[in-house]
């Protein structure tokens, strides 16, 4: 496609101030002519001439500018089906970049429901050589292209130090300066971390912006992990807070991980769905040993009428 096929028409981006202007001093012409008294015949009809004359100069002004805007919508027309289409690239390229991407699924249970293609979230886990494992949940500011941007690039990072064997804090600092040094302001990712060591039962989280992680021990919440950094690709290394919380859990005990699409959908009054509502659905469900999904629904079912997320939804339980 040619350039000039998608440039709109911006030479006459004056012309529609121009037409208020002549339609102003029309009507300003013609109410001076109904304040006049004693006008002649001759005066009415030659002044009544002059406004006839504006008018069809108006009239044909507007024409012009119907046909300008015509042209430019057709325009914006193509120019909106070709984005369209360069997405339709993009996504293709984000599906076969995170085909063969390893996964160590082992005692995880996920829902994840993206609003599109290009989804703000992200969850990896994967095996270290030592055995220890590192699950990252994030979550990109925004959708579209920061996420396909930034979304390949921490899986990058984070699946090829894992497999070297770094440590998380090592690699969160790497994820955290790429970001910082490559991304325009406004486009950063919350993140939570987890290095799960089975072998001494310590599980160390690092939580950069997301809600606070939840433990539950006998069906019953244990434990919480809060945010204490930043998101990541705000700040440099240097001025963020890399402290981890380690706990030491117990065989059975659930970690439960979240975005914070599933807690802050509203229903019609505007009342979140919240932290302590999800805490209180999930303890329901670890009573009667039910699946993920019942959470999602009494999500739904509290938003109320098509029960539509307005953002993507991630839930993620490890069982240690």
């Not at 076969?96 to 996920?110: K, L, N, P, T």
């Not at 494992?133 to 979550?139: A, E, K, S, T, Y």
């Amino acid at each position: 496609m040619k350039t000039d096929e998608v440039r709109l028409d911006t030479e006459s981006a004056g012309e529609p101030l121009e037409y208020l202007y002549v339609e102003e001093r029309i009507i300003a012409q013609a109410e001076a002519l109904l304040q006049e008294e004693g006008i002649s015949a001759t005066r009415w009809q030659d002044a009544f001439s002059h406004l006839l004359k504006e008018y069809k100069r108006l009239n044909r002004q507007l024409e012009r500018l119907n046909r300008i805007n015509d042209r430019n919508q057709l325009l914006l027309r193509r120019q909106h089906a070709k984005l369209a289409a360069d997405q339709g690239i993009i996504e293709k390229i984000l599906t076969r970049m995170r085909a063969g991407v390893q996964f160590d699924e082992r005692g995880i249970r996920h829902v994840l429901l993206p609003l599109d293609n290009m989804a703000g979230d992200i969850f990896f886990a994967m095996s270290r050589p030592d055995g220890i494992r590192h699950i990252l949940l994030g979550d990109i500011t925004g959708h579209g292209l920061p996420a396909a941007i930034v979304g390949p690039e921490v899986s990058n990072i984070f699946h090829t130090m894992t497999g070297k064997g770094f440590a998380a804090g090592v690699i969160l600092a790497e994820i955290n300066q790429n970001l910082r040094d490559r991304l325009p302001t406004g486009i950063y990712l919350a993140a939570t971390m987890l290095e799960w060591d089975e072998a001494s039962q310590l599980l160390q989280v690092w939580n950069g912006g997301l809600p606070e992680g939840l433990i539950f021990r006998h069906g019953q919440l244990w434990e919480r992990l809060p945010s204490g950094g930043f998101p990541l690709g705000i700040v440099g290394n240097v001025m963020q807070n890399w402290q981890r919380q380690a706990v030491v859990v117990q065989p059975g005990d659930r970690v439960v991980l979240f975005s914070d699409g599933i807690i802050e959908g509203s229903n019609e009054q505007g009342e979140p769905f919240g932290l302590e509502r999800l805490s209180e659905t999930l303890q329901q469900m670890y009573a009667v040993y039910a699946p993920l999904s019942i959470v999602i629904e009494a999500a739904r079912q509290h938003i109320g009428g098509q029960g539509r997320f307005e953002d993507d939804i991630t839930l993620v339980e490890l069982t240690v």
